[in-house]
């Protein structure tokens, strides 16, 4: 079975930076495709950032101050961010596509890791 495991979250001041990491195990082909959501306290469940085959997207909110990227070696996806306001608490959620076999793929979810920025 493949499985996303995110890290990185943490308690970090407004201003300060953290490096989120998604690591995909299990047996697979590839990564087609990679998201990042995140999810605050009473809210739904938003896209942060996205790359599918070099195309990447980034919500208004954090465009300049995030950015995705992946180590296909290690097959882990980042999310960098920096000049973290309060307003991106939340649990952060990396969201794969991935190619199990042949023309099979699949999405997974993470289980999710917690960013707290204070004011």
């Known amino acids: 079975q493949v499985q996303l495991v995110e890290s990185g979250g943490g308690l970090v001041e407004a201003g300060g930076s953290l490096r989120l990491s998604c690591v995909a195990s299990g047996s697979f082909f590839q990564i087609n495709a990679m998201d990042w959501y995140r999810q605050a306290p009473g809210m739904q469940r938003e896209l942060v950032a996205s790359?599918?085959?070099?195309?990447?997207y980034y919500a208004d909110a954090v465009k300049g101050r995030f950015t995705i990227s992946s180590d296909h070696a290690k097959n882990t996806k980042y999310l960098q961010m920096n000049s973290l306001k309060p307003d991106d608490t939340g649990v952060y959620y990396c969201h794969s596509n991935i190619r199990i076999k042949y023309l099979h793929d699949e999405w997974f979810w993470g289980k999710g890791t917690l960013v707290t920025v204070s004011s």
């Open positions: 790359d599918s085959a070099g195309d990447t």
